[in-house]
């Protein structure tokens, strides 16, 4: 099947090359020349396991083209896929001025029946706008010609986005109910069919509902997190194992274990920027969601955790402080800096005069790029750049965990020990047990975890 799809970010690049390793035909269109260019030549844009091979194959195969020709895209795939960004507006809503120009390149170049299908996060309504804004294209060129618009809504994590797409637990398709809605449900069919084999994944519902689903399930993962992550502060205050505690809730099968750890805050592309988006469409609409308004301030403030223990163990000046940072990226296996708490927790140590030594292994080159935008110059000349994780600790006064990379989960701990000033560890993801820190005679400040300190 001959497939476009417009944008080559994260969505768009993981939908194109993981529907050309099913043996499909994908044109990728981007309109910037240089992410092309680099695409053409080998490279991958984004840090993502599994991905670089995936793209390299099937652009050998010939299955896999990335240009920035929209009208070459345009004719090219029945299925058109909008897979471009939404960044949260001003007001916290959705951004659909990238999805709207899509739709217009696709009206203006397009000559028959196609199916243009929403990939991207968008609020309820989003595909009334792409096909007005197709159909106004059409109608400037005199140009008949018929068109239905689709919702597909991407559930990928990053990190296992590639793993994630091949296996599916659920593909979630909104068509009208019209013929040309028929037509489009029975492309899409056809294009799932490979992910349907073992038992049917497909959930299919009206557009409207399907980009509704979207906002759902992050908000509710959103919710999942801040809510752990209140109950941890609590259980700081009550000498509660916080992990005791996720363990015995997690067993209701009513409840599960999924996204109930405590830590400092979630990050990342979507979860922060698809809660306010979803309250700002309550808004508009009379209503408030408490609920998430409650999810998103106490994710702000949960960024701020392992400052505050920190400044609650040395003080709140902390000129003369070293400290070593172990992951920048808001989750392991990604190079995404967005939203991530390295941010916050960097900004509260260097404001108060602090040092740090910052270790990462992948994300450093966007930590410089990103960080540029938050810091001042003094600031980001306190911040150095450490080689590995050993590297990082030398002569600090604490180590603090940010991002729970696997190759921070079994340390050298006796290293450890050596290479600090003093055996102190603020574990912002709960990593270490504090019974196994106390035997080792580190001074261990979790999450929710009643802390011990060593004689």
Request: aromatic residues 8%; contains cysteine; hydrophobic residues 45%.
């Amino acid at each position: 099947m001959k497939i476009t799809i417009i944008g080559t970010g994260y969505v768009g690049l993981v939908t194109g090359a993981c529907l050309a390793e099913l043996g499909n035909d994908v044109f990728c269109l981007d309109l910037d020349a240089k992410k092309i260019d680099l695409l053409n030549s080998g490279g991958i844009p984004i840090h993502e396991p599994g991905l670089e091979e995936v793209v390299a194959r099937n652009r050998a195969a010939g299955r896999l083209t990335f240009s920035t020709d929209v009208e070459a895209a345009a004719h090219h795939g029945v299925l058109q896929f909008i897979a471009v960004g939404t960044p949260p507006d001003e007001d916290g809503s959705a951004d659909l001025q990238y999805v709207l120009a899509a739709a217009r390149g696709i009206g203006r170049h397009m000559k028959e029946y196609k199916v243009i299908v929403d990939k991207s996060t968008v609020p309820v309504g989003t595909a009334e706008k792409v096909r007005a804004a197709i159909q106004a294209e059409l109608d400037l060129r005199a140009t008949y010609a018929t068109f239905s618009v689709a919702s597909n809504p991407e559930f990928l994590k990053e990190g296992a986005a590639v793993e994630d797409f091949m296996r599916p637990d659920r593909i979630v398709i909104g068509v009208d109910a019209t013929p040309e809605g028929e037509r489009a449900r029975d492309l899409l069919r056809s294009l799932y069919a490979p992910f349907n084999r073992n038992r049917e994944r497909t959930y299919w519902m009206d557009v409207r509902s399907a980009e509704f689903t979207k906002y759902a399930a992050n908000a509710m993962l959103a919710t999942r997190i801040s809510f752990m992550n209140e109950l941890a502060n609590l259980a700081d205050k009550v000498g509660v194992d916080i992990e005791a505690v996720r363990r015995g809730v997690g067993s209701d099968p009513r409840i599960g274990y999924s996204f109930l750890y405590a830590g400092c805050g979630y990050g990342g592309s979507c979860f922060p920027k698809d809660v306010q988006a979803l309250e700002r469409t309550a808004r508009h609409h009379d209503q408030e969601l408490l609920i998430l308004r409650a999810v998103e301030a106490v994710n702000d403030r949960q960024k701020h955790i392992l400052g505050n223990k920190i400044v609650k163990r040395f003080g709140n000046d902390l000129a003369g402080r070293h400290f070593a940072i172990w992951g920048l990226a808001f989750k392991p296996n990604t190079d995404d800096m967005r939203e991530a708490s390295a941010r916050v927790l960097l900004a509260d140590l260097l404001s108060r005069g602090a040092t740090v030594a910052v270790y990462d292994p992948v994300a450093m080159a966007e930590a410089q790029r990103v960080l540029q935008l938050d810091l001042t110059s003094a600031q980001l000349a306190n911040i150095r750049y450490a080689e590995n994780p050993s590297d990082a600790l030398v002569d600090a006064d604490a180590l603090v965990i940010v991002t729970e990379w696997k190759a921070f989960r079994s340390p050298d701990f006796e290293l450890i020990k050596k290479r600090l000033k003093q055996p102190v560890i603020f574990d912002g993801r709960n990593l270490y047990e504090p019974d196994t820190m106390f035997d080792a005679g580190i001074e261990y400040h979790g999450i929710g975890r009643s802390l011990q300190v060593p004689a």
